[in-house]
């Protein structure tokens, strides 16, 4: 006779998924709430973190800004690959986010900031350039003036040979914004690289990987 016993989890992994369950229930509330900031329905997952990581040269990495990182799907990778002595911040506009990420990576500096101050932020911080950023802004969300303006504030504190990685949704591209988006890329930047696209992720969704 087969004897069937119940699945037996442990404490800490049934922690985790408490965990998981209320950043995804505020992730949601969120986004519901001001979809304009957000812009995404669920978290990006780890496999969409990893392939936004992997192409960063973090051995020359001095200085790393995430742009929005919400509830921090790309900032645990980042932290794990970063030098010991980079100097690593984030900056998020959107509070509940930002008060998130404060409890989850304590010792993370978060700037409670729009990315439009940038180079405010980092003359305040004794930043004189930026090696790298990874974006988790929702560029097909922004109208053309805000695109402008982030990214020429971007450009005043990326070094030459800086690299910028950013997503974009593969259902948000039958958005004019996304498509303008693409093209001003291809005008701020020498390289514009796309990746494949990361169905592991809801929505699927692929990588620009930028270098001015």
Same mark, same amino acid.
């Given at each position: 006779? &087969?004897?069937? *016993?119940?699945?037996?989890?442990? #404490? ?16 949601? /509330?969120?986004?519901? /709430? ?12 780890? *496999?969409?973190? !990893?392939?936004? &990581?992997?192409?960063?040269? $973090? ?9 929005g990182p919400g509830m921090g799907a790309f900032t645990e990778p980042i932290l794990k690959s970063?030098?010991? =002595? ?6 998020? !506009? ?12 304590? =010792? ?15 003359q305040q911080r004794g930043v004189a350039e930026v090696d790298a950023i990874i974006c988790g !802004? ?33 259902? #948000? ?8 988006? /693409?093209?001003? !890329?291809?005008?701020? %930047? #020498?390289? &514009? ?5 990361? $169905?592991?992720? %809801? ?7 930028? *270098?001015?």
């Amino acid at each position: 006779m &087969v004897e069937f *016993r119940p699945l037996c989890f442990s #404490g800490h992994f049934q922690w985790k998924m408490k965990m998981a369950v209320q950043e995804f229930s505020r992730f949601l /509330r969120e986004s519901v /709430r001001q979809p304009g900031r957000v812009g995404a329905i669920a978290p990006s997952t780890q *496999r969409l973190a !990893l392939h936004m &990581v992997r192409w960063i040269e $973090w051995d020359s990495a001095k200085t790393i800004v995430e742009y929005g990182p919400g509830m921090g799907a790309f900032t645990e990778p980042i932290l794990k690959s970063k030098r010991p =002595d980079a100097d690593f911040f984030a900056v998020e !506009l959107h509070s509940p986010f930002a008060a998130t990420l404060a409890t989850r990576f304590p =010792d993370l500096t978060v700037v409670e900031d729009s990315v439009a101050n940038i180079e405010a932020i980092c003359q305040q911080r004794g930043v004189a350039e930026v090696d790298a950023i990874i974006c988790g !802004l929702p560029w097909a969300a922004f109208s053309d003036h805000d695109q402008t303006v982030f990214l020429d504030a971007m450009m005043k504190v990326l070094k030459p040979g800086g690299q910028l990685v950013t997503f974009a949704y593969l259902s #948000g591209m039958v958005l004019p914004a996304a498509h303008r988006f /693409r093209k001003k !890329l291809k005008g701020y %930047f #020498g390289e &514009v690289q796309s990746s494949r696209t990361v $169905w592991l992720n %809801f929505p699927p969704a692929f990588i620009y990987r930028c *270098r001015r």
